[in-house]
């Protein structure tokens, strides 16, 4: 029994990488819907904020993302654009991240597509500015002063989408979806703190504890909180989609995790009495 | 975007994916192929980008129409390459003063408020509210969780006060901390592995749509591949250290 534990505790972590492969990829071929969520307040905030914007209202959404953090954030963007589109609010993106531009504008391409919405009308894509901090101040007084055309290159003050609209304080709501700095402490600190406006976020997993923070003392209106956070987003909007399906295998991921840390401790107690 | 340019997206991805994950089963060339593509394409996205939309559009437009404001935080910017030839890199200071001036200046008082005065007010809590009629709307929840909120902030601020010794009370009430820190930990790393596994489904389950008849089973041919490539290179590293041996 004893050189069966001490084998086991000197367990090759390969062995390990092809268990993790096996609980990810199971759910991917055969889905088990394991799980039923229900939605938390921080995410709740979020689309109550959104529900409770008039029609034709404008926000503004940053994606700060690279393509590193796509399964996590992708999801959410997408969930959210497709619930303000529902809506009927217009919508303005930009992001503060270079590498994840691209991403930026599939995200609401792809679903201004899905809901018949027309670039310049109803939204529009402002594209990536360098220096975080210089950008969000200059936005909370004027925004064409440092966007004076979109990421197409069109004249942004003579859209349709834009009219009305001078600066942060103009906009309805700002949502931030972010994988570090520059990201939302950079939105609050220059931006919602300062100009009044109210501001919410979708945030990676590993920067979830660290924002917290910031939802208690009301800064933040709500917090979608990584892949769980965006399959309750989807769930709300009543459109299950990838982060949905990914909940069995994180659930399954986490479930060996946890046998793996009991089986490991279990092992070291044993060994003490044998 | 066409069938074929969506089929050849497939096969980079699929492939790169693979070639990234096999450094799980030894480091081996196919990775480093990967990483230094990666880097490549990550730096050099960000450059064209950069130079486009920033330089073309906000240094070279304007003065190709007569307005030259922008060339004095140009000079600026580029004073600070100076720094590359050390008898002129005094030159780079000028700059340097003007990011830090202006950096400092925008992120102090923001910081303070945000980060500071405004969690502070966050932290005191009142245990009950007055309801406008006077009497007590108390919250067992509410109260219990402004409790904890006090003593965890009290007690950990106690584990990083360095100016007394730690002994007696302070020493208990430190103790506290520790355990509160713990939880945040804790709570930090289960959210961490939550957050690498939802990395891991994302990239299976573009591997597994890439599997499919629709992108030629690019998955499962980059697989083999990968698998052969690997086993050549072990093949190779052992029959080397058998050599060396001899």
């Known amino acids: 029994m004893k050189r069966f534990l001490e084998k086991l505790s000197k367990l090759d972590r390969r062995i390990i990488f092809v268990l993790v492969v096996f609980v990810v990829m199971f759910p991917i071929i055969k889905p088990l819907n394991l799980q039923k969520l229900s939605p938390t307040p921080a995410v709740k905030g979020i689309y109550d904020m959104v529900e409770s914007i008039p029609e034709g209202q404008p926000v503004i959404i940053s994606f700060d993302f690279d393509p590193g953090s796509k399964p996590e954030l992708y999801p959410m963007a997408v969930a959210f654009c497709r619930h303000a589109f529902k809506r009927n609010l217009r919508v303005i993106g930009m992001n503060l991240w270079v590498p994840g531009t691209g991403l930026a504008d599939d995200i609401l391409t792809k679903t201004a597509k899905e809901a018949g919405k027309v670039y310049g009308k109803d939204y529009v894509f402002m594209g990536w500015q360098p220096q975080a901090s210089a950008v969000i101040t200059q936005m909370g007084t004027d925004i064409y002063g440092i966007y004076a055309k979109d990421q197409r290159g069109s004249d942004l003050r003579s859209m349709e989408v834009m009219k009305g609209i001078k600066s942060l304080k103009d906009m309805a709501f700002m949502m931030e979806f972010g994988a570090g700095t520059p990201g939302i402490e950079e939105w609050i600190a220059y931006g919602s703190d300062k100009f009044g406006f109210k501001i919410g976020t979708g945030s990676t997993a590993v920067n979830e504890t660290t924002l917290r923070p910031y939802l208690q003392t009301g800064q933040l209106v709500g917090l979608i909180g990584a892949m769980k956070g965006a399959a309750e987003y989807e769930a709300l909007i009543n459109h299950p989609d990838t982060a949905t399906a990914g909940m069995d295998a994180i659930g399954m991921g986490h479930m060996l995790i946890l046998g793996l840390i009991l089986l490991g401790n279990g092992i070291v107690i044993a060994l003490k009495f044998l | ?246």
């Open chain 2, 1 to 246: 975007m066409n069938e074929t340019m969506m089929i050849l997206g497939a096969w980079i991805a699929s492939g790169l994916t693979l070639f990234i994950l096999s450094f799980l089963y030894e480091d081996n060339p196919l990775f480093k192929v990967a990483e230094h593509l990666y880097l490549g394409v990550s730096v050099g996205y960000s450059l064209a980008f950069t130079i486009f939309n920033v330089w073309w559009a906000k240094v070279v437009l304007p003065i190709s129409v007569g307005d030259f404001f922008p060339v004095i935080p140009s000079i600026l910017g580029l004073l600070l390459v100076t720094r590359l030839h050390p008898k002129h890199s005094w030159m780079s200071r000028y700059g340097f003063a003007l990011i830090m001036g202006y950096a400092s200046g925008l992120a102090i008082p923001a910081t303070v408020t945000t980060s500071f005065l405004k969690q502070v007010e966050g932290t005191i809590q009142p245990l009950f509210r007055l309801a406008g009629t006077g009497a007590v709307d108390w919250n067992w929840g509410v109260a219990i969780s402004g409790i904890l909120l006090a003593v965890g902030v009290i007690s950990t601020l106690f584990y990083f006060f360095f100016s007394v010794e730690h002994k007696g009370v302070i020493k208990k009430i430190s103790r506290v901390g520790i355990y509160f820190l713990m939880v945040y930990m804790g709570a930090s790393f289960g959210t961490t592995v939550m957050g690498r596994f939802s990395l891991l489904y994302g990239r299976f389950f573009d591997l597994y749509t890439y599997g499919t008849p629709k992108y030629s089973y690019a998955s499962i041919v980059m697989l083999l591949v990968v698998i052969a490539v690997v086993a050549v290179f072990v093949r190779k590293g052992a029959k080397n250290a058998q050599e060396n041996a001899h």
